[in-house]
């Protein structure tokens, strides 16, 4: 495999990667997807290793950003070989995508909303957890862009995707609002959650240019806007 670098992963450095350079022994395919039906400490080993890849990166994005990162500068800055991040991450932007993406399922692991959580509420919760790590607000930022350009197959699908479902979320919690009397009625869910992710997005967004800006309670004002 050569990088954008022009820098050649050999055998020996998939090897030494964890994975050979040639499909798998034991490797079976089926359905257009590998199954592995051997060697299966070693295929634990490789998820392991990559989730490894991957917290080391969130703490380096957590300090710095994403801004004028190449793979291999990324690689040195979290004490993994170039060949290493290759052999799990084809590109750039496909380890920037897993990176947050894997920040992000970490964070909602650990501070979950529950069913019965306003959406206004849930949208704030998210926005004052990720000011908490200026280094990924600055990271979505970039993909978010990045995902804008022809090329960004991997980065356009991640966020299509992802707005789908926030926006989906939201939408089925102010359903459920509107039920229950909580929140006007003569508003439409769906059009009210698209704007609220829209909001908050660009809300970040000013709040990495802008510091002093109260987002909590610019968010919050959602709440007094969408009250009976």
Known sequence: ??????????????????????????????????????????????????????????????????????LRRIGEAIGVSHAALLHYFDSREELLVAVYEHAEGKRNGTAGAGLADSAVGVIVRSAMLNVEVPGLVQLYSTLVAASLEAHSQIGRDFFTGRFDRVRGDLERRLRVEQDEGRIRGDVDPGLVAALIVGASDGLQIQWLLEPDLDLQRTLETFAVLLAP
């Open 1 to 70: 495999m050569t990088s954008a670098g022009g820098d050649r992963e050999t055998e020996t450095e998939r090897e030494s990667a964890g994975k050979p350079a040639g499909k798998a022994a034991g490797t079976k395919e089926k359905g257009g997807q590998a199954s592995v039906l051997g060697r299966p400490g070693k295929y634990a080993k490789g998820v392991a290793r990559r989730q490894e890849i991957l917290d080391r990166a969130i703490e380096v994005f957590r300090e710095r950003g994403a801004d004028g990162t190449s």
